[in-house]
């Protein structure tokens, strides 16, 4: 992801061959189940940072309608700026993007010619607000702040609802994993894993760390309290609040 792609409209995003199934083919049987690998071994490029002052919503109507909104500022008070007047401040998402191919940003990260600056371009981010549809329709909306690993934390809330049919609540409180490339090690909730199985992976070569800093899911499911469930009318809602940090809520009017 973060060696190849950049702003679409400034970049030929090489998208069908990385969702290729002949390429997913290849990665994996390049992966060794009973030991870790060499991430000196893949191609550059580190997935971009936003910092810890980064916000997500997910709202619902009765009408159907539905966002999922995700922004933020970057670091602290972001470029300590504010506009005349309005309490606004103004972010420093240029650091996103690649300032100089080789040459680490702010948070020592490292990223790809694609990512490159330009006049009007978007940087690359890992701010990934959802909104999940059947027949048409919204039937999840889902999102988190937490830089690099938002990514992760909203794919996994939506495997749990989707591909294993828990409830919203169950889904975001679910233990959750992450592993980004750099640096060699993958952050896990605590007890996501038990004593014995992290002695197991840690003999195969694996490193192990705590899940700072944390996500924080903002969830909301569309007429049933699962997929699997029995609907109960477009206008029944059930929200999620993500309880690894101690804000926010899930609230109706």
């Given amino acids: ?48 940072h936003e910092g810890s002052n980064t916000t997500h919503y997910s709202i619902v109507d009765k009408w159907g309608n539905a966002v999922s909104v995700t922004y933020t500022l970057n670091n602290w008070f972001g470029a300590g700026v504010m506009a005349s007047k309005t309490g606004v401040i103004l972010n420093d998402e240029m650091d996103d993007f690649t300032v100089k191919v080789g040459v680490p940003n702010m948070y020592g990260l490292v990223q790809g010619e694609a990512n490159a600056i330009a006049p009007g371009k978007t940087p690359l981010s890992s701010m990934s607000p959802t909104i ?74 694996q490193k192990f760390a705590g899940p700072q800093p944390l996500n924080h899911v903002a969830a909301i499911l569309v007429g049933a309290p699962s997929l699997g469930g029995k609907p109960v009318g477009n206008n029944r809602f059930y929200g999620a609040n993500d309880p690894r940090r101690n804000t926010g809520l899930s609230l109706g009017y």
């Fill in 1 to 48: 992801r973060n060696s190849y792609l950049g702003d679409p409209d400034f970049v030929k995003n090489p998208v069908e061959h990385l969702l290729d199934v002949k390429y997913a083919a290849k990665l994996r049987a390049a992966i060794d189940p009973q030991k870790a690998g060499d991430s000196n071994k893949i191609k550059p490029g580190v997935a971009p």
């Fill in 132 to 205: 999940v549809t059947k027949d048409g329709k919204a039937v999840m909306v889902v999102g988190t702040p937490g830089g690099s690993r938002i990514i992760t934390a909203t794919l996994l809330t939506m495997l749990n609802v989707i591909d294993y049919g828990m409830n919203i609540q169950e889904a975001v409180d679910a233990p959750r994993f992450h592993q980004q490339w750099q640096p060699e090690e993958t952050n896990i909730d605590t007890f996501a894993v038990s004593p014995d199985t992290l002695k197991i992976l840690e003999s195969w070569g």
